[in-house]
């Protein structure tokens, strides 16, 4: 196996986890809300925590394998177009795992501890936290997207 062929298998492999994970975290949140049950979404709230942190590695991964392999390639540059939008959208939603999902889970859990899960505060944070998500993973298939196509190549 060439160092192309590990980079790009690491890299995908990554993505898939990644993308994959985020919407099968979607489905299980919108089951969750709906249900309004203070166990599910306070335990929900903790899963989506420890499963953020597998993301939070994912992400980085394919961050890092990807700038790995534009520097081992000479047919690809970090100026190339879809490049640099891939590097900037792929860190702006690494950034969102620390700095939006990890605090929304805290405050959803300690929001259903102390008033119950079907509480409207609850299920509020809990809709827009989802509908983040939602924008979250168009993001990364518009990154998959780049990646398959590579408009401007």
Do not use: C, N, Q
């Amino acid at each position: 196996m060439e160092l192309r062929e590990f980079l790009l298998f690491v890299h995908v492999a990554a993505a898939i986890v990644w993308v994959g994970g985020a919407v099968t975290l979607e489905i299980f949140g919108s089951r969750v809300a709906g249900r309004g049950d203070t166990a599910s979404v306070i335990g929900f709230s903790k899963d989506a925590e420890v499963i953020g942190r597998l993301y939070g590695l994912a992400t980085a991964l394919v961050l890092g394998f990807g700038v790995w392999m534009v520097i081992d390639s000479p047919a690809i540059d970090f100026t190339d177009t879809w490049i640099l939008l891939a590097l900037i959208l792929t860190g702006l939603l690494f950034l969102m795992g620390p700095l939006f999902f990890e605090p929304s889970a805290k405050a959803i859990r300690a929001l259903a501890e102390e008033k119950g899960g079907a509480h409207p505060d609850v299920t509020g944070r809990i809709r827009r936290t989802m509908a983040v998500g939602r924008v979250d993973s168009l993001i990364a298939f518009f990154i998959v997207w780049l990646m398959v196509t590579k408009p401007g190549a």
